[in-house]
């Protein structure tokens, strides 16, 4: 079983900056695309940015510019760095890995982590 862990989130005023991280754990054999996807109030779940294994990143255009995404990979993490947040930034934000769990597994399995709350006050 993986278990993907976020930690980071929490309150800040518009213009400031946070920092999330997330760690994937247990056994498998790689972690392919990881993501960032956020959920505001009643609102259904978008991307926030990608980044796959090699590096290759991308972003909604609500983040361009004013986010960032990494990952280690011998550390199994993915990371978000977000500045200049707004009111809208609010949400839930999920951490997301498409994992292959052994070599034989070459479609490899979604799993999400459990959410970490950014609210950002105006």
């Known amino acids: 079983q993986v278990q993907l862990l976020e930690s980071g989130g929490g309150l800040v005023q518009a213009g400031g900056s946070l920092g999330l991280s997330c760690k994937a754990f247990g056994t498998f054999f790689e972690i392919n695309t990881m993501a960032w996807h956020r959920q505001a109030p009643g609102k259904q779940r978008e991307l926030v940015a990608f980044i796959t294994r090699t590096g290759v990143t991308n972003y909604a255009d609500s983040g361009k510019g004013r986010f960032t995404i990494s990952r280690d990979n011998a550390e199994n993490t993915v990371s978000l760095q977000m500045n200049s947040l707004e009111a809208e930034d609010t949400a839930v934000y999920y951490c997301?890995?498409?994992?292959?769990?052994?070599?034989?597994?070459?479609?490899?399995?979604?799993?999400w982590g459990q959410g970490t709350q950014v609210t950002v006050s105006s």
């Open positions: 997301y890995a498409k994992v292959r769990r052994s070599t034989w597994d070459t479609n490899g399995r979604d799993y």
